[in-house]
């Protein structure tokens, strides 16, 4: 069974640019959550989507965006690029009801 | 709102000697509990997870951890670290049923001496 798959694993992008993650679940799982890493602020929750619809949703200025597809792929978006966005985020999928995360590899993210 | 602390930043131990890692949690209901490890560059790696029951659960790679619901802790422990243990490990505490939230400790770096 194929993990959760992150694409691209590193962006370099400029302050003012969007950007947009991908990250596709484990076949199966409908729950994917979305966090940023960072040394500064650790594991931070962005969001989480359920069968397209947002369920959750962390403390994150309206600037992060996210949606997911009918085949459970989900897409974040960041707008405005500021330098602080530069981190590590990490996709995660689960199956229904209460279970475990599985993460993927991440996106390293590097804001010039 | 739950919070996890992981009171050690930094955890030198040497190869074959025990290690333990330290999680308190804060929550107001039951508790899902769990550590993951991360090697550097690398996404998250589940070791193990606590949702009823048994309160001393086995991992991976030969890890377990005890819940303790009068002390909010959830300690990793392994018997004899190996070298590949060198990692950061994170504890979190899940919103259960409100979905899949997970709330992260600043996770314990852990460097092993040969």
């Known amino acids: 069974k194929a993990g959760v798959t992150q694409t691209p694993r590193y962006l370099i992008k400029t302050r003012g640019q969007q950007v947009t993650l991908s990250c596709s679940p484990i076949?199966?799982?409908?729950?994917v959550s979305w966090y940023q890493q960072t040394p500064g602020q650790g594991l931070q929750f962005l969001f989480e989507?359920?069968?397209?619809?947002?369920?959750n949703k962390g403390n994150f200025p309206g600037r992060f965006s996210g949606r997911q597809f009918s085949n459970s792929r989900s897409e974040m978006n960041v707008s405005t690029l500021e330098l602080g966005d530069s981190a590590l985020y990490l996709c995660?999928?689960?199956?229904?009801?209460?279970?475990?995360?599985?993460f993927g590899q991440g996106t390293r993210l590097t804001v010039v | 709102a739950q919070s996890v602390t992981q009171p050690d930043i930094h955890i030198t131990v040497s190869e074959g000697a025990s290690l333990e890692l330290r999680c308190n949690y804060s929550?107001?209901?039951?508790?899902?509990l769990f550590w993951y490890v991360q090697s550097p560059g690398q996404g998250l790696q589940l070791l193990l997870k606590y949702f009823s029951g048994d309160t001393l659960v086995q991992g991976i790679k030969g890890f377990e951890a005890e819940f303790k619901r009068s002390q909010s802790s959830f300690n990793l422990r392994k018997p004899s670290v190996h070298w590949s243990d060198a990692a950061e490990y994170f504890c979190?505490?899940?919103?259960?049923?409100?979905?899949?939230?997970?709330?992260f400790g600043g996770g314990t770096r852990v460097l092993v001496k040969p």
């Open positions: 989507y359920f069968s397209e619809t947002q369920r």
């Open positions: 076949s199966g799982h409908r729950s």
């Open positions: 995660a999928s689960s199956s229904q009801g209460i279970t475990e995360a599985f």
């Open positions: 979190a505490v899940g919103a259960g049923a409100a979905g899949n939230k997970l709330t």
């Open positions: 929550y107001g209901a039951t508790p899902y």
